[in-house]
């Protein structure tokens, strides 16, 4: 069955990066495409990004654009996001979700179990 | 980026039915059948249950339901149950610069 696997919280100095890693397994990795979620504490689901599975296309909100950097290791079958120049509005909880939009499909229909990033001097 | 519109929490007793209401735009839940449904209990990874507005993925209880008119998605739940407690997100595709677009998140209490 599909799983993804995230990498464990982490505890970020402000104007530090932090990078996620969601590891996929029971599909074909490169048949799909991710899209990373965040959640500040007590406020909504916010989409961050998407990179393709196909072609390894990223797009992003302007709110993390130039600092947000989406990558895939096709040979571990791991998703990555790097998220550069830290403020302490980025402490939040971090989902990869597995995204369909390259079939023309807008769903996320497994998720990972989340990364807790905290960012605190 | 402006997000979809869902109320704050919604209640109901065992057995009811209770709908949430997710309001876009014409450049979002209006203007395409992309409407996606997620319940999410705290700690847990959300889950899928209803994607492209009426769609069950497989092994979602068809006690959920979702439709959609003009620029509102909904979510009905029937036979509300104390599983049921959750928070609930809608999503929709957006031709905005961002390629998806989420609710704000509705709470659904059983009483």
Not at chain 1, 88 to 106: K, M, W
Request: glycine share 12%; proline share 3%; aromatic share 12%.
């Amino acid at each position: 069955q599909v799983h993804l696997e995230q990498s464990g919280g982490e505890v970020v100095k402000p104007g530090a990066s932090v990078k996620v890693s969601c590891k996929a397994s029971g599909y074909t990795f490169t048949s799909y495409g991710f899209s990373w979620v965040r959640q500040v504490p007590g406020q909504g689901l916010e989409w961050m990004g998407w990179i393709s599975g196909y072609n390894g296309n990223t797009r992003s909100t302007q709110k993390v654009q130039g600092r947000l950097t989406m990558t895939t290791d096709t040979s571990t079958s791991t998703a990555y996001m790097e998220l550069r120049n830290l403020r302490s509005d980025d402490t939040a909880l971090y989902y990869c979700a597995r995204d369909n939009r390259d079939y023309g499909h807008y769903y996320f229909d497994y998720w990972g179990q989340g990364t807790l990033v905290t960012v605190s001097s | 980026q402006s997000g979809l519109t869902q109320p704050a929490s919604v209640s109901g007793s065992p057995g009811q039915s209770i709908t949430i209401s997710c309001t876009g735009t014409s450049s979002d839940v209006g203007g395409y059948k992309y409407v996606s449904w997620y319940q999410h209990h705290p700690g847990k990874a959300p889950k899928l249950m209803i994607y492209d507005v009426s769609n069950r993925p497989s092994g979602v209880s068809n006690r959920f339901s979702g439709s959609k008119s003009g620029n509102t998605a909904s979510l009905t739940i029937s036979g509300l149950q104390a599983e049921d407690e959750a928070d609930y997100y809608c999503s929709s595709y957006t031709t905005s610069s961002t390629l998806a677009v989420f609710g704000g998140g509705t709470k659904v209490t059983v009483l």
